[in-house]
Nanobody, 115 residues
Framework: QVQLVESGGGLVQPGGSLRLSCAAS????????MGWYRQAPGKERELVAR???????NYGDSVKGRFTISRDNAKNTVYLQMNSLTAEDTAVYYC?????????WGQGTQVTVSS
């Protein structure tokens, strides 16, 4: 089994920052891609950012220049640094990994941007 544990969500004011973390544990073997997705109420889940084992990154258009994804392969952990947050960033953020052709998902962490 694979477990993904997300942390770092919460309430932040517009313009503020948060850092999300997601640690993978269990039957871990050569994680290929690690990423973050989000889903706001009434909207479909969308890509926020993803990073390959080699360090290549992709970002959703709405977060480019504000969010930064990174990973620590030794700790099987992926991070998402979120800066200049706006109300439109309010959503449940999900961690996901791809490993040996399978995708695994965390339970999600709520991020709320509000004054």
């Amino acid at each position: 089994q694979v477990q993904l544990v997300e942390s770092g969500g919460g309430l932040v004011q517009p313009g503020g920052s948060l850092r999300l973390s997601c640690a993978a544990s269990g039957s871990i073997f050569r994680i290929n891609v690690m990423g973050w997705y989000r889903q706001a109420p009434g909207k479909e889940r969308e890509l926020v950012a993803r990073i390959t084992s080699g360090g290549s990154t992709n970002y959703g258009d709405s977060v480019k220049g504000r969010f930064t994804i990174s990973r620590d392969n030794a700790k099987n952990t992926v991070y998402l640094q979120m800066n200049s947050l706006t109300a439109e960033d309010t959503a449940v953020y999900y961690c996901s990994i791809q490993m040996i052709g399978n995708s695994y998902w965390g339970q999600g962490t709520q991020v709320t941007v509000s004054s």
